[in-house]
């Protein structure tokens, strides 16, 4: 038996040169590293990590592939799989999926798997190996010769284009739909650079396109096509994966004062905008010298960070629960306090305060204590009366959560939406009440993952598969 | 990319666009906009859809010259493409027949009139139009505006051309006199609007307003366009941009449009500065 090795970390920028900068933080495994670390895994026989996975990657055999050094042929393995997995090594949250279920996670630390996978697809890009040369079943010689099927696919981001992938493979002639002028949706616009790089959105994008897909930006399905028109223009099914786009605010008086913006508003200017490179870029964006981001999830660190970058002096996080409740990811967290960005606890927004020209120059907020578990199994926050107080900021981010868009799914007549305008599907095979239209990712669940928008865009390749081969058969 | 097939300089920094771009021009209905990003460096630009041609498969743009950006488009000729246009967006105007309507249009504003004038004057709807702009070579769209119109009156902020004084000036004069439309839509710069909705206030008339909001996606993404509407937050590029402008807090949303002068300033002063750069250069 080997030593027992500890898990290997992995590089990242200083914390005091990164927050100068939008390069990517997490620097990813040198090839040893890789190696050292796949050799961890003890190849158990119960394979818990594959059943962490919402997109089953083999997880097993890619690692073992890295331990014995063919990492073009590790990224390949996982690509049988998951399109995207230079995305998902860097944004999935493997402590709570495969590393949370890793053998070697009982007594110490689990395998690096999304470390590992990072590695593996970043290998395999910068070796210049053909991106489509990957699946064994794998791409055909077009769209335009396909016979298996015709399907639109509405929304280019993480169900979108797996869902795409997954029909490109087996054989169907598939458009994907975008509105905004570049592909990747909440990956392009949501996600910053210094966490994912848009490079890496462009390849992957271009690994799905080379499966056969044609991609049309511009389009917002709804509005500039509709649903019927579609049908009419002899596709057999639509998925929908037009995500939760539409911005929460908190509802309190002072929302609308300038410098209050929604996270979606400030990531989009600075991420698919690319206003952090303004003015080279045309699109602006104004962070103060005191920033209040509203919310503990993953996008409020990425604004919270967003805002360090962009220059502003201080950032806090305000949220009404304890840390031990912060949705965001650990590691995200960890990323964001290193930076300096500090977690204000406990902390209730009441209003927002502007001055006479209609700018914000404060936030009145009260305390909060945690009082008994509520319906989310959360200890519910209560306000501690007249704790009352004013916040010096002149920047106010709202990431308090988003809403399934509800631009397309108005246009669908028929289309059964739930309380939150989330669209009702199927879950074993993504089918709405409209036949024909499937829908998955966070048009459905509203705002989760990325990887369980994956899951839910391979879950309806499978579901249209099925109803367009029975819909042919019928007709034969 | 959209090839710009035709250009026409309307009034000194004023330019017109037909643009190919079928998809929009076959969904294209009054009241609905689109948002175009000219190159890969460009930011998004809402823009009202002036017209549109289906079987030619074009849309018309109309552009006042303000910033850098709009400097920038300005520039483009015929043949040359915009990178990005998404549309149609926006609600689509209610236009159904009624007895009179009177249009009030600022400067620009008389571009995302025209169709809805044209609409309502289509359907029997008597138009009553009012084209006020700085001065008389300020004033575009006369022809297209009198084909469409039962009357037209102008008026000039210098008196150069029709009526001496504001467009809500001619507006006050027609209520006064005993004109009561059912309906008055006012499209122009924000204070113009918010001036006319004064008057219809006074005399009760219904007043709609077509809001330019600034916005990033123009599909309800950001909100960045939000309004206050009777109380309640709206996002102007998915529930408008028309509102019933009796409701609309202008003050807050005149405001919001000074969200980023100073980097607009910013923007516009390097691009001058390289404009220049590159007319020394030709010599």
């Given amino acids: 038996m080997p030593a027992k090795v500890d898990r290997h970390a992995m590089p990242k920028q200083d914390s005091r040169e990164r927050v100068r900068n939008f390069n990517e933080v997490a620097l990813g495994y040198p090839a040893e590293a890789a190696v050292e670390e796949a050799k961890r895994c003890i190849a158990c026989p119960k394979k818990p990590c594959v059943a962490g996975c919402p997109v089953e990657v083999d997880i097993p055999s890619f690692v073992k592939l890295i331990a014995e050094g063919k990492f073009v042929e590790a990224a390949r393995s996982i690509k049988e799989k998951n399109s995207l997995p230079a995305i998902c090594g860097r944004v999935c949250p493997q402590e709570t999926q495969c590393e949370e279920r890793c053998t070697l996670g009982k007594k110490g630390k689990p395998v690096a798997i999304g470390a590992l996978e990072r590695f593996a697809a970043d290998y395999e890009r910068a070796s210049g190996a053909p991106a489509g040369s990957g699946p064994a079943s794998g791409p055909g010689s077009g769209a335009a010769s396909r016979a298996a099927g015709k399907v639109a696919v509405v929304g280019s981001g993480p169900a979108g284009l797996t869902c795409a992938a997954d029909l490109a493979r087996v054989g169907y002639s598939v458009v994907l739909f975008e509105s905004l002028h570049s592909t990747g949706g909440v990956l392009r616009y949501g996600i910053p650079e210094f966490r994912l790089p848009k490079a890496i959105v462009d390849e992957e994008v271009e690994y799905v396109k080379s499966l056969g897909v044609e991609v049309r930006v511009n389009t917002l399905v709804g509005k500039t096509v509709s649903v019927d028109e579609l049908f009419r223009d002899g596709f057999d099914a639509i998925f929908l994966g037009t995500g939760a786009g539409l911005p929460h605010f908190l509802g309190i008086p002072g929302e609308n004062l300038n410098g209050v913006y929604s996270a979606n508003e400030f990531l989009t200017r600075s991420n698919l905008m690319k206003a952090y490179l303004f003015p080279e870029y045309d699109t602006p964006i104004r962070v103060g010298r005191r920033v209040a981001v509203v919310g503990a999830g993953n996008v409020a660190m990425d604004a919270a960070r967003t805002a360090l970058r962009l220059g502003a002096e201080k950032v806090a996080i305000v949220y009404r629960r304890s840390r031990a409740e912060m949705p965001a990811r650990l590691e995200e967290i960890e990323n964001a306090e290193e930076e300096g960005v500090d977690l204000m606890l406990l902390t209730n927004p009441t209003r927002v305060l502007g001055d006479e020209r209609g700018w914000v120059r404060g936030m009145e907020c009260i305390r909060m204590e945690l009082g008994e578990a509520d319906e989310s199994g959360r200890r519910r926050p209560i306000p501690v009366p007249g704790s009352e107080f004013v916040m010096d900021i002149d920047t106010m981010i709202s990431a308090v959560g988003t809403d399934p868009n509800p631009l397309l799914v108005r246009a669908v007549p028929g289309l059964r939406v739930g309380r939150h305008g989330n669209v009702v599907i199927n879950e074993d095979t993504g089918e709405t009440s409209v036949p024909g239209v499937f829908a998955g990712g966070d048009i459905v669940t509203g705002s989760a993952t990325v990887i369980a928008a994956m899951g839910a865009g391979k879950v309806a390749a499978r579901g249209i598969d099925r109803f367009v081969r029975a819909k042919r058969e019928r007709s034969e | ?283």
């Fill in chain 2, 1 to 283: 990319m959209h090839t710009i097939i035709e250009k026409e300089e309307l009034a000194p920094k004023i330019k017109l666009f037909v643009v190919k771009a079928p998809e929009i021009a076959s969904h294209a209905l009054p009241g609905h906009f689109f948002v175009l990003r000219a190159h890969e460096l460009g930011e998004r630009i809402p823009l009202t859809i002036a017209d549109s041609d289906p079987e030619a498969g074009t849309i018309t743009m109309v552009f006042q010259e303000v910033g850098k950006s709009t400097c920038e488009l300005g520039a483009f000729e015929e043949g040359d493409a915009i990178l990005d246009i998404v549309g149609p967006l926006g609600a689509p105007r209610d236009i159904r027949r009624l007895h009179t309507v009177v249009c009030v249009a600022g400067g620009v504003g008389v571009a995302p009139i025209y169709p809805e004038a044209r609409a309502f004057h289509q359907l029997g709807t008597r138009v009553i139009s009012l084209i006020g702009a700085q001065t008389k070579d300020m004033l575009i769209f006369k022809d297209r505006m009198e084909a469409v119109s039962d009357e037209v009156h102008y008026s000039t902020d210098d008196g150069s051309f029709g009526y001496h004084g504001f467009v809500t000036g001619l507006l006050r004069d027609l209520l006064a006199g005993g004109l009561r439309p059912d309906e008055v839509v006012a499209i122009g710069p924000l204070p113009m609007m918010r001036a006319t909705c004064k008057v219809t206030a006074e005399f009760g008339v219904k007043t709609i307003v077509s809001l330019n909001a600034i916005m990033v996606d123009g599909t309800g993404m950001c909100g960045s366009c939000r309004v206050t509407v009777d109380g309640k937050t709206m996002f102007s590029c998915v529930e408008g941009p028309a509102f019933d402008g009796h409701k609309v807090d202008f003050d807050e949303l005149m405001a919001r449009q000074t969200r980023f002068v100073a980097e607009e300033k910013l923007a516009m002063e390097r691009y001058q500065a390289h404009a220049e750069g590159c007319r020394c250069q030709r010599k």
